[in-house]
């Protein structure tokens, strides 16, 4: 069965480190999406991709970069990490669409000390 | 970006009863959709609304979209525990990605 996975699904990291979380699908969908969930602010879109070799920022882009080189990954780094980052992380795929479900990894939680 | 506004924040209430939360634009949505969130886990897609004026049931679920376009609501007959966890609202701005609300966290206790 397709799926869309996320490692690690833990991560304690120390301030100033780059960390980078990965994200693989199977999809074979070409637009994939990086969000943080913190509470009282719900899910906010970091940056997300419409195929290979395209990027885009999203509302919270700042501290973060995307590269995507393959149809299948869409890893997600923070160049240093910061207090302010330490957060639940989510990858999801689409399909090209308005109206195609967005199918969701199960999260990594990451936390900067 | 359009704020989406849900309410309830949170809702707790026992196995059996009824209840609805609401999610409310000041903009128009071309198509809205609900998600829902278990602890641990990614959301998941539990509709899709498209017409103004739009009804749609997925077994205890009811969902409705304002003639208007600007809200929705989601109504959820005797409630189960299975049911608890937090329900999302979200609509495309603009592109593929989604714009969504903080949600509404629901608690249906035995």
């Known amino acids: 069965d397709a799926e869309i996975t996320q490692s690690p699904r833990h991560k304690i990291t120390e301030t100033g480190r780059q960390v980078t979380l990965a994200c693989h699908q199977t999809w074979n969908h070409n637009n994939m999406f990086w969000y943080r969930q913190d509470l009282g602010h719900g899910l906010r879109l970091i940056h997300y991709?419409?195929?290979?070799?395209?990027?885009n920022k999203g509302e919270v882009s700042d501290g973060y970069s995307v590269s995507r080189s393959n149809t299948e990954d869409l890893p997600l780094t923070l160049e240093s990490a910061a207090s302010s980052q330490t957060s639940v992380y989510f990858c999801?795929?689409?399909?090209?669409?308005?109206?195609?479900?967005?199918?969701f990894g199960p999260g990594t939680r990451l936390t900067v000390t | 970006t359009q704020l989406l506004e849900q309410s309830p924040q949170f809702l707790s209430i026992q196995e059996g009863e009824n209840l609805t939360v609401y999610c409310n634009s000041s903009s128009v949505f071309s198509s809205l959709q609900w998600y829902r969130q278990e602890p641990g886990e990614g959301p998941v897609l539990l509709v899709t609304?498209?017409?103004?004026?739009e009804v749609k049931k997925l077994k205890r679920l009811t969902f409705q979209f304002g003639d208007a376009r600007k809200d929705s609501s989601l109504h959820i007959t005797a409630a189960q525990p299975g049911d608890t966890g937090l329900y999302l609202c979200?609509?495309?701005?603009?592109?593929?990605?989604?714009?969504f609300g903080k949600g509404t966290s629901l608690l249906v206790t035995p």
């Open positions: 991709s419409y195929g290979v070799h395209d990027t």
């Open positions: 999801a795929s689409s399909e090209a669409g308005e109206l195609y479900e967005q199918y």
């Open positions: 609304v498209v017409t103004g004026g």
């Open positions: 979200a609509r495309r701005d603009s592109g593929y990605a989604l714009n």
